[in-house]
């Protein structure tokens, strides 16, 4: 199937599980080109609606794509904390292959952060796997051989070419690595017998980054050697190559070597030619740069302002429920001596109707009481109508997954914002539910912010939400914990309670759990204080459906 089908397929699908599998599909059609605007929309999409059991793979799949984009931009700082997102999922898969990928670009980013030693530390995390990935030794080495490191260097450049012998594509690219290490360690004619000896095969078989670092090696050995005018032929070739692919990495480093060898050979009208290039390149790269840093700016106050908003709806939601559990509070205290007085009224004048005792104008003041009351009971059932029995809104089929997604979307950021790791395992099975989808949503935003808020509180290196959901024997389970200071025996069973709170007073009166379980209950389903002898909260809900 084409693209155009699938994305037809797409657009027309309501299901999310099928959505990101076609969104998948997609991908893989554009070959994994990270600066593809149409793979970027599916791969954010992946990241942005990803969080189902069984999934984990597909997501941590979507933040390695997204991660490596953001690295190829300089955005570091986005780069950074997808790479740690995306460890955080694969805690209990250390030494997987998907791991190990982004434990390598987590070093990678630590090294172009200048930052070596942490980037030596993760290395030496990734090596206790033993991994099978030629990326890694060969990254490492690099790294090793800036460092001075070189009798380790070597080593990992031998286990990386072990590795890579049965593949001619990553081989050559570990070559590229061993010309560097005698470049470096003083023994250029080693790099230059290594290249001419492997020529063929690099033309034929070397991709173009690997193909183009061949030549610079090669120049940059000839360079050392003093043979400049072989060094000018092989450094002309690489910057023709690299300037047909318009590949600014390896402009740059061609460049580079260029001024070098020319300046060396005194040609100061080539070597000028070639400064002035390489100046102009570095104002390309720091202009873009700058725009990227711009953009995710942007982007990052596009973010903020369309939480505030979000934020905002919630308040006056939360407000306008809040009015709600104090209507049904006041409604309730009016009912019990509205009653009374409907009842004392009507027999008298059940008595008046058989004894006819009362004067006319006694009869008439007893009349006007019962219909005022009446009036009264009127008002009281239209407050409980639309405010207790949310009939205001209306009642609907709804998909358990999808309106859970919405509400991690609300305070996503703002989880962020504290430091909260905030961990999901939906059900892969499709659950409907009848009733209000914003019940649900809301119900979870208000235990979130809760745990968030517990979670502040506390000075740890952890901070993290777990959200789970279970189906079973036709019932809906959500479970959602956290490792906050936990609740108190003594108040467990007062937390439900209107009013009830122990927060500061600009945190909150006490309503959230009220709302809460408000808000269940709407759905035919309860909520309940699990009581567990390890850290945290623990609360489960449960609604059935069929």
Request: aromatic share 10%.
């Amino acid at each position: 199937m084409n693209i155009e089908a699938l994305e037809k397929q797409f657009d027309e699908t309501n299901d999310l599980r099928d959505k990101i599998k076609l969104a998948m599909e997609i991908i893989s059609l554009v070959k994994h080109n990270l600066h593809h605007e149409k793979q970027l929309y599916y791969v954010e999409f992946i990241y942005n609606n990803c969080h189902f059991s069984g999934f984990e793979e597909i997501r941590v799949q979507a933040i390695e794509w997204l991660a490596n984009h953001y690295f190829f931009k300089s955005d570091f700082d986005n780069s950074l904390e997808l790479v740690f997102e995306g460890l955080y999922l694969l805690e209990d898969k250390k030494g997987s292959v998907k791991w190990v990928d982004c434990m390598n670009l987590l070093a990678v980013l630590y090294n172009a952060l200048n930052q070596k030693d942490k980037a030596q530390e993760v290395y030496e995390q990734i090596l206790q796997y033993n991994p099978k990935t030629t990326k890694v030794w060969q990254n490492y080495a690099g790294l090793l051989t800036d460092l001075k490191e070189y009798d380790k260097a070597i080593k990992y450049i031998n286990k990386g070419l072990d590795l890579a012998s049965e593949d001619k594509v990553e081989y050559l690219d570990l070559m590229t690595s061993l010309e560097n290490y005698y470049i470096q360690t003083n023994s250029p004619e080693k790099a230059v017998l290594l290249y001419e000896k492997n020529i063929e095969d690099i033309e034929k078989c070397a991709n173009i980054r690997t193909k183009c670092f061949h030549y610079i090696n090669y120049a940059e050995a000839l360079l050392a050697l003093n043979r400049l005018d072989e060094s000018i032929t092989a450094i002309n070739k690489a910057v023709e190559f690299a300037e047909d692919h318009q590949n600014v990495e390896i402009i740059y480093f061609s460049y580079i070597i260029a001024v070098e060898v020319y300046e060396k050979k005194q040609d100061f009208e080539n070597c000028n030619i070639y400064l002035k290039k390489l100046l102009k390149l570095n104002k390309k790269i720091y202009d873009t740069q700058n725009l990227n840093k711009t953009k995710a700016l942007e982007d990052k106050i596009k973010r903020e302002k369309e939480q505030r908003q979000s934020n905002e709806i919630i308040d006056k939601s939360k407000n306008m429920v809040s009015i709600g559990i104090m209507a049904s509070g006041i409604t309730h205290e009016i009912n019990q001596p509205l009653n009374a007085i409907m009842i004392e009224a009507q027999t008298l004048a059940f008595k008046d109707n058989r004894e006819k005792a009362l004067p006319p104008s006694y009869r008439e003041r007893i009349d006007y009481i019962i219909e005022a009351a009446e009036r009264i009971n009127t008002i009281i059932k239209h407050i409980r109508s639309s405010w207790i029995n949310n009939d205001c809104i209306d009642k609907k089929e709804f998909d358990v997954n999808q309106t859970i997604n919405n509400a991690i979307s609300l305070v996503n950021q703002q989880l962020k914002a504290h430091g909260i790791i905030f961990r999901i395992k939906l059900d892969p099975k499709p659950v409907s539910l009848y009733g209000t989808p914003i019940s649900l949503e809301q119900a979870l935003i208000n235990l979130i912010v809760n745990s968030m808020q517990a979670l502040d509180t506390l000075n740890q290196r952890e901070k993290y939400i777990r959200l789970v959901t279970i189906t079973k024997d036709k019932t809906l389970f959500i479970h959602l914990e956290d490792n906050g200071p936990g609740i108190n025996d003594e108040i467990a069973n007062k937390i439900f309670d209107p009013f009830f709170t122990q927060k500061l007073s600009e945190q909150g009166a006490g309503l959230g759990l009220a709302l809460v379980r408000n808000f269940v209950k709407d759905l035919n389903g309860k909520i309940e204080l699990v009581k567990e002898k390890r850290k945290g909260t623990h609360f489960l809900i449960s609604i059935p459906f069929t």
